[in-house]
């Protein structure tokens, strides 16, 4: 064992290389605190080609290699197992962007660059990268791509893998596969950076991508609204495509539940409307067109102004505010990218990503709430989540004051009860968090015989060893 | 395809009468065609440059019926070459003349299963033409985006498979963008449902991307959900004469926000083009008689029908080429009065297909570069092809603002396709060393099928090819599914 981290240090070197256990912790434990794993070594190469030596070492002495980007996943799909021979190989020190494009808008970046790091690179250049989410502080692009992240644009401008014209990928062999390719066409075979998009490292190791760009919005308006059911969320957002000429960007649902505690858990934090609602709407509309000064040309501000005047007249808008400034646009925001951390703080609770085809949100909604009560009646629903995808957060938090262990018992009949509803309404039980560890068994209880085999005889063929993040989303 | 093409190890087990009594219970007889005459449509491509041989030709009416007759297959080993409307350019769909197999055609499924107008999706069965659906789809006051020459024909299962481009890329994407969820057969003759009309989804492995643009190597796709997108309620379509390339590519940069990002189509068209298809196709109109070298034909559509007073499409279109004409860009330009003249002016580009088979022997390539480098490639493979045949007749055109060129040549006046031929290797090899030296790619959108499956080999590097075959050993270890296309194994 020592000459195996022996050789690793001659990969990587000194400052490569976490080998003691204070030191290595950050890396072993997820940030949910769901899983505690153990892991020889963590590994932080700095180039390409030291992941492929590293990955080509493990090889050799059948060690597994987990791959993780900024550890912020839901499904500890980033995590080690407890007993495995396994080490860490983070993509942290990987963190160069390495050319901008803004006349192609492309930009081509290591997998460690940290997503805020990509959104600001592209600001510099009067370009957007859209992809967006809570953890984006903190999350790396590798990560993103391997989990095929979701977020809160994907409405306009799609999931992960459709922000991404190119990968280079270190393959489960140690070798390095280079599909940098900055081309909007290119039927040459079989789609492998699709396939290597959302396998959660189980295939090969992203370790840099060429990501498109798109025009900076010049023009946005950002509104707060009390909605009278998710019903009318769903039809708020269905005329709001054509009221904003299609510039819907963000269509956001929430319950009460989830700004209460966003309010306890954040000082800062202020209710933008007097009155208490059951449910509101984060509504953005952006355009890449200024406004215009003068004339008849009115902005999206005046645009949405009228539109939710309009919504009100007819009852699917109970109170709304539009954000007159950026501060007030963040401070909407900031409720919303909240809800993860400040539930987390209120205490043990379950995470249900989910999707079911828009206009089935306000059965699903409906049914859900009271399948979750029918369980534990004193349970906590937070449902929140993405209207225009079909992606509901439907999240649960133990009755207040419980601690893990007495809420523990009623986490299965709880999520049983949701996935149940979710397949009957032909929906998806992991919409963007992934599968990872926590989902393995759901997964295979969920799909069928077929479609399992064949992601088996992929993984096989891809990696004979199963040395690749083993035992993440399917058992072998 | 050179004559020094050695066609690759297929399995060659015979239908036996016993197999063909099966597929019989399986298909009944007016799923089978026996006959050769009745054969001939389906062995051979549709340029009747390749021709195959089949045992028997397999129509089955329903996925169930695929399932068996794969499974039928399966366990005798025999070889299967799907085929939807037999439009394809690569011959994917053709089989080899070494073929035993079957062909299995899914030209019978062609019902349209659902359409959910609220839900903006459509599920069909594969051999639904692609016109049918595109009318469906308007019918129900949505749009189908998929548009390409050979709509009346091609069916969506071959779409699906090899990843169609066509005219409406730039917005919306190639064919693999326009999907949810698909039904596959599996080369073992197991279903696999993944008809979910999904918009987010991560649970494992996208099988749904790896069988799209597979050629049938890794399945047949029986039924796909497809998307739907709001019809265009105010359209304005222009055929301009532009400066060169260069310009066309500024034009098309700034069309975006001038049109409020409602760019549909931007299709670069040459003087020869148009009068190779002036001279083959009857009734077509020169909307421009331009002394001018390059045109444009610019498409640009909103859902927003056109308010009483406001400015339309036209009218922003009309203003955007009067300041295109000061920069220099354009040299003329016409926009359609009415659905006629427009449809002209589509006429003319999509003409070139059968305008270029009327006119004799040529030679053509689909490649793509980076958007911004589209001149610069013209002008060195026009270059570089005129090195080794000064006589040719070039006249590119395609698919600019997805950065992909249909780059073709008419063989020079008076020369056979015999003799053309034999400069065919060394004009290919000139072509594709320069795509690979400004990263681009030897197919933009036709595939590989068997015309392309040794300069795949050529071009791509070895753990690509590899990880393709450990792709397609893994879900056809029998190696019966479409076997010698995209990959020798």
Not at chain 1, 57 to 65: E, G, H, Q
Not at chain 2, 441 to 455: N, Q, V
């Amino acid at each position: 064992m020592t000459d195996f981290i022996g050789k690793l240090r001659g990969i990587v070197g000194e400052r490569g290389l976490i080998t003691e256990e204070d030191a290595k912790h950050p890396y072993l434990t997820d940030w949910r605190d769901n899983y505690l794993g153990t892991a020889l070594a963590v590994v932080r190469p700095g180039t390409t080609e030291e992941v492929a030596a590293v990955v080509g070492l493990c090889i050799d002495d059948k060690v597994a290699v987990v791959p993780q980007g900024g550890n912020t996943g839901m499904m500890g799909g980033g995590t080690p197992h407890r007993d495995g021979r396994e080490i860490v190989l983070s993509l942290n020190r990987m963190n160069r962007v390495i050319e901008v494009d803004a006349i192609g808008y492309t930009m081509t970046v290591e997998a460690g660059v940290i997503l805020k790091t990509i959104q600001d690179r592209a600001a510099e250049h009067d370009r957007l990268f859209p992809l967006s989410l809570a953890a984006e502080g903190s999350c790396t692009i590798g990560g993103n791509l391997s989990t095929n992240a979701g977020g809160v644009q994907v409405l306009q401008y799609g999931n992960a893998r459709q922000l991404v014209l190119g990968l280079e990928v270190v393959t489960p062999q140690g070798e390095i596969w280079n599909g940098l390719r900055a081309l909007k066409k290119d039927n040459t075979g079989y789609d492998l950076r699709d396939l290597y998009l959302g396998a959660e490292g189980t295939l090969g190791i992203i370790t840099k991508a060429v990501l498109k760009l798109w025009p900076k919005p010049k023009d946005v308006a950002t509104a707060w609204t009390a909605v009278r059911d998710p019903q009318a969320a769903v039809t708020l957002l269905s005329g709001a495509h054509a009221a904003s000429e299609d510039n819907v960007t963000s269509c956001e649902l929430m319950a009460r539940q989830g700004i209460d505690f966003v309010l306890k858990h954040n000082p800062g934090a202020t209710d933008p409307l007097t009155e208490r609602h059951d449910w509101y709407v984060l509504l953005e509309w952006s355009s890449t067109r200024s406004r215009r000064a003068g004339d008849n040309a009115t902005g999206l501000a005046e645009k949405m102004e009228a539109y939710l005047g309009e919504a009100m007249e007819s009852g699917l808008v109970v109170d709304a505010a539009i954000a007159q400034n950026e501060a007030q646009a963040r401070a909407f925001w900031a409720l919303r990218e909240n809800h993860t951390e400040s539930q987390k703080r209120e205490g043990p609770s379950i995470k249900h990503d989910i999707s079911v085809s828009v206009s089935k949100i306000p059965a699903f909604m409906t049914e859900g709430l009271q399948a979750m009560k029918r369980v534990l009646p004193e349970c906590r629903p937070v449902p929140f989540g993405h209207v225009g995808d079909g992606n509901i957060h439907f999240n649960c938090m133990a009755p207040a004051g419980w601690d893990r262990a007495r809420f523990a018992p009623h986490i299965e009949p709880i999520s049983a009860a949701v996935y149940d509803l979710v397949v009957a309404h032909g929906g998806s039980i992991s919409a963007e968090h992934g599968i990872g560890q926590l989902k393995v068994d759901e997964l295979a209880h969920y799909r069928s015989r077929v479609e399992l085999d064949t992601m088996r005889a992929i993984k096989r063929a891809l990696d004979p060893q199963n040395l690749m993040n083993p035992g993440k989303i399917v058992r072998i | 395809m050179p004559d020094t093409f050695t066609p690759p190890a297929i399995p060659t087990t015979p239908v036996t009468p016993a197999i063909l009594d099966g597929l019989r219970t399986i298909v009944g007889d007016k799923g089978l065609i026996l006959d050769e005459q009745g054969k001939e449509p389906f062995v051979r491509d549709w340029r009747g440059t390749l021709i195959g041989t089949a045992a028997v030709v397999v129509r089955p009416g329903n996925t169930d019926e695929v399932a068996k007759v794969v499974k039928l297959c399966f366990d005798h080993g025999i070889a299967i070459v799907p085929q939807g409307g037999n439009t394809g350019l690569m011959g994917g769909g053709t089989p080899y003349p070494g073929h035993t197999g079957i062909l299995l055609s899914l030209g019978r499924m062609n019902k349209v299963v659902e359409v959910d107008v609220v839900g903006y999706s459509m599920t069909v069965e594969a051999g639904c033409v692609l016109q049918t659906l595109q009318e469906t789809a308007a019918s129900h006051d949505r749009f189908f985006p998929l548009s390409l020459g050979a709509q009346g024909s091609c069916m969506i299962g071959g779409n699906l498979s090899t990843n169609a481009g066509g005219v409406q890329v730039l917005r919306y994407g190639n064919a693999r963008n326009l999907v949810l969820g698909l039904e596959v057969v599996l080369p073992n003759g197991e279903v696999w449902n993944g008809l979910r009309s999904l918009k987010k989804d991560n649970t494992g492995y996208d099988l749904k991307h790896l069988f799209m643009g597979a050629e049938g190597t890794l399945g047949v796709i029986t039924k796909a959900v497809l998307k739907l997108w709001p019809a265009p309620k105010d359209v304005a379509t222009a055929w301009l004469a532009v400066r060169d390339p260069q310009a066309a590519i500024e034009i098309l940069s700034e069309a975006h926000a001038a049109s409020e990002d409602n760019v549909g189509s931007c299709e670069l068209m040459s003087r020869a083009g148009t009068d190779m298809v002036l001279r083959h196709i009857p009734g077509v109109q020169d909307p421009l008689k331009a002394d001018t070298n390059w045109f444009l034909l610019l498409e640009w559509s909103s859902s927003r029908p056109k308010a009483d007073g406001a400015e339309g499409m036209a009218e922003k279109m009309e203003q955007f080429l009067a300041d295109q004409m000061e920069a220099g860009r354009v040299l003329d330009a016409v926009i359609a009065q009415n659905e006629a003249q427009a449809r002209n002016m589509w006429v003319i580009r999509e003409s070139v297909a059968p305008a270029s088979r009327a006119e004799g022997g040529g030679l053509s390539f689909d490649v793509s570069v980076a958007t911004s480098k589209v001149p610069a490639f013209i002008d060195q493979g026009v270059k570089a092809v005129l090195d080794i045949l000064p006589s040719i007749r070039p006249y590119p055109l395609g698919h600019i603002g997805d950065g992909n060129i249909h780059f073709s040549f008419m063989a020079p006046k008076g020369m056979d396709r015999e003799t053309l031929r034999q400069y065919s290797p060394a004009i290919t090899r000139a072509v594709n060393d320069l795509v690979r030296d400004m990263a681009g790619s030897i197919s933009a959108e036709h595939g590989i099928g068997i015309e392309k499956i040794d300069e795949l080999a050529h071009y791509r590097s070895k753990i690509e090819l590899d990880t393709m075959r450990a792709l397609k050993r893994a879900i056809d270890p029998k190696n019966i599914m479409n076997p010698g296309k995209i990959l020798r194994l």
